[in-house]
T-cell receptor, first 115, second 114 residues
Framework: AQKITQTQPGMFVQEKEAVTLDCTYD???????LFWYKQPSSGEMIFLIY??????QNATEGRYSLNFQKARKSANLVISASQLGDSAMYFCAMSGRYNTDKLIFGTGTRLQVFP | DSGVTQTPKHLITATGQRVTLRCSPR?????VYWYQQSLDQGLQFLIQYYNGEERAKGNILERFSAQQFPDLHSELNLSSLELGDSALYFCASSVGSGAWDTQYFGPGTRLTVL
């Protein structure tokens, strides 16, 4: 069975600093996708970044990058130059061929950015 | 704005009642997924439709049902509601049905059962 683990219930970071949110996963699939979503206090789920298991380079999207270490089964999200608007819950998720197309989510990390 | 729309945004109802949640996917997306987010269970996959056909089922209760219509919008029907059904219900859509297609989420429907 697939599983996502996010061990940091909460993180604090000062504005303009970088922060890493941890995510480890467990799967027996060889082909899978890893995703990060942001959920602000307003409740919507916002897609941030995607990494495929066969992608050799780490994914980047603006200030977001995914530190993918396949052997360690980790897919950490790095936010550079944090902004106050980055304060939110962040969810790591994965999908895989043998898991149909559904996303399996971690429990999330609440990030708070302070001035 | 993800392009996925959900109505209503909020729904307050009583135990034993039935409600219908509606979702319109992004233009061009054929897959629709329903997820439930509750404090105790986290984010859970309920069901997926692809181009009108049910494709995958998760931990969806028998009291819940869904369908996807020819115009690709989807409805999630929740009946015999219980207090524990109070949650945020998300619809998501993707272009195809592959495990690597990014799912874009709607704003959610917050259901409160009193």
């Amino acid at each position: 069975a697939q599983k996502i683990t996010q061990t940091q219930p909460g993180m604090f970071v000062q504005e303009k600093e970088a922060v890493t949110l941890d995510c480890t996963y467990d799967t027996s699939d060889q082909s899978y996708g890893l995703f990060w979503y942001k959920q602000p206090s307003s409740g919507e789920m916002i897609f941030l970044i995607y990494q495929g298991s066969y992608d050799e380079q780490n994914a980047t999207e603006g200030r977001y990058s995914l530190n993918f270490q396949k052997a360690r089964k980790s897919a950490n999200l790095v936010i550079s130059a944090s902004q106050l608007g980055d304060s939110a819950m962040y969810f790591c998720a994965m999908s895989g061929r043998y898991n149909t197309d559904k996303l399996i989510f971690g429990t999330g990390t609440r990030l708070q950015v302070f001035p | 704005d993800s392009g996925v729309t959900q109505t209503p945004k909020h729904l307050i109802t009583a135990t034993g009642q039935r409600v219908t949640l509606r979702c319109s996917p992004r233009s061009g997306d054929l897959s629709v997924y329903w997820y439930q987010q509750s404090l105790d269970q986290g984010l859970q996959f309920l069901i997926q439709y692809y181009n009108g056909e049910e494709r995958a089922k998760g931990n969806i209760l028998e009291r819940f049902s869904a369908q996807q219509f020819p115009d690709l919008h989807s409805e999630l029907n929740l009946s015999s509601l219980e207090l524990g059904d109070s949650a945020l219900y998300f619809c998501a859509s993707s272009v195809g049905s592959g495990a690597w297609d990014t799912q874009y989420f709607g704003p959610g429907t917050r259901l409160t059962v009193l």
